[in-house]
């Protein structure tokens, strides 16, 4: 193993992995801070029905204010957090002097980048599973990688109109009525990749989304293979 290869994994990004990790925290728990303020300011501002206010409040502009919140503030922040992560990504690279042949980088659920470069027979990863630390790994380091899938189905139901008619005898017909259902399915792909940086070390797993784009992987995963000699 070559004496650069050492050095990579100790490069640690933990200014953006703390602010991607703050990221996280913050969607979990803010919701459920939002409707315990509102629980509470209704809860004390009408002595008659406290619990009835509390509760009405919060499921009414506790709703709201949480989906204002995550369009207003949270989500453009996390987008500026992310890209400035990327953009730093690929800037260790640049410095690193890895010359990638073929890279992929994504920012759902959080900000990743992995690269293959061909004529060193190099891959660099770096994501949120690494605590951003930049990997560069040879060949000998990678057990394997495989492409993984998860299915997502959506079923959307429509309710066509129902008719009824009467006599005044009571004697009736009903028609119409029919509903409709439409599922669409979603197939996401994940490459997964398991290493070893040293043989004193446990090997482990990281795994880098492509979203919809199954190709993507799969032309991935071809690359690593042919930089550790399978094909």
Known sequence: MSENTEIQPFS????????????FTLSRYSPFIVYALFFIIGFVSDASNRLLNGIL?????????????EKVIYTP???????NCLKEMNHDMAVLNFQ????HQTRQPAPALIAVDRNARKLYVQNYETAY???????????????ERETEMNTTTKHG??????????LGYTFGGKS????????????????????????????????????????????????????
């Open 77 to 83: 922040y996390r987008i500026i957090q992310f890209n």
């Open 133 to 147: 630390r930049r990997l560069i790994l040879e060949p000998s380091q990678i057990i394997g990688a495989k492409v």
């Open 180 to 231: 409709r259902s439409r599922t669409t399915v979603t197939e996401y792909a994940f490459l997964e990749i398991h290493f070893e940086l040293r043989k004193d070390m446990a090997p482990t797993w990281i795994t880098i989304p492509f979203g919809t784009d199954r190709r993507a992987a799969d032309s991935m995963l071809v690359a690593i293979e042919q930089i550790r000699g399978n094909l």
């Open 161 to 170: 109109g129902r008719i009824s008619i009467f006599s005044r005898i009571g």
């Open 57 to 69: 409040l919060a499921l009414i502009v506790g709703t709201i204010a949480n989906i204002l919140l």
């Open 100 to 103: 990638p042949t073929q890279s």
């Open 12 to 23: 640690a990004n933990d200014a953006f992995f703390q602010k991607i990790k703050f990221q």
